[in-house]
């Protein structure tokens, strides 16, 4: 198969001559297997020139499956620009997660509305087929395409295609459940030893693949004052990668402030990383406009079977039990979840919270470790060996983000972890996520 990088860039355009080296334009890779199936990974600013490329070989209608990861700005904003789209005679599929309040199709026509472009959706010449997209695997043209969450604060989905006997993933925009990556008492650079349920998940998801491009923004010096906003640094990528057995890896969704000498340095460094954690990988940063052929080894290769999960965006209203003594959080994730279309229940201690889940029997709870009284951990406990059916889906707030709450908390049956402050959007996607996990 062959892979090209049409948009590297995250967030916004940078073009420019600091920026020629490794490109200026945002999200879009290309992937044509053996037999001509063509598979476009998000339609940021890269796209123009895609479709370019795919207009000037003029052999015939244009066919192709666009997959978007998500329907943030620099994934979608070369979708209008994609000049085969405008054509009759041209066939597009377009898969993605629905956005939680508006479906594909009404989001990507609400960036072409008048106020915005001059050509509506649907004016559109090309006949465009629309597919959300969930978790699980797929057949695409005959290619096995499996999706899977991304932590993101939008519902995104990363991508692993098999074929040819290889397998490549996708995986933008993502961001570490958890800082560190590894338990403390195990062996670095394993999958055993990732503490994070959602990072194990991951690592999982990429185990043995012939290529990943992953989200790699930041440097771990940026990372701490960037939390939350959905991205990883190169550290993580090379490190769960490595630990997956990936034998090459493309850093992309390269910040707007780092030029080409900057990310040459990265790429110096993470390589490095990879060769200190023992790996063969190969590890570059992806350059816009570049070309590469894989040929897989089917052998080396296992297929990869993603399990069919609900799709979170079609979680509707859920009944929620916020359990936290704090006013000020349950007041927070109140408004998070009432602005998502949740129903919230609020429990100040371990008792009420208890009582709130034989009485009022809620989709999902939010739990506070630190409480006076029973404390997290315990109502976790009790909850667990009370329960006979299917177990609640809990997710764990911390604001300590020690190792030992992790830990704790995924021992005693917790769902999902996550340190406080949160962001409205990714406590959204957190519990819908964590809901269509658990429903599977
Ligand atoms: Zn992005
Ligand atoms: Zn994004």
Redesign the pocket.
Known sequence: MILRFWGTR??IATPGPSTVGFGGN??CAEVVTRDGARFIF?C?TGARLLGSYLLAQKKGPVTGNIML??T????IQGFPFFSPLFIPGNVFRVCGPPGAHASLPEVLAGQMEYIYFPVELGQLGAKIVYQDMSEGTHDLEGVRISAQLLN?PAIALGYRLEADGASVLYL??HEPYWEPLWHSDREPGKIDSILHEGDRRHALFMQGADVVIH?A?YTPDDYPSRKNW??STWSYATKIAAAAGVRHLFLT?HDPTHDDAFLEDVEQAAQAAAVALGSPMTVRCAREGSEEAFEGDAVATPGFTQVQHADPSRSGALLVLVVDDDEDLRLLARKALTKAGHRVLEAENGDDALRFVESQKPDLMLLDVNMPGMDGFEVLRRLRTREAGRPLPVIVLTALGDEESARRSFEFGATDFLIKPFTPPQLDVRVRACFAHSAA
């Open positions: 995250g967030s945002t999200s998000d940021g990861t998500h943030h700005w620099d994934h993101h933008c925009d989200d923004q959905g991205h969704h």
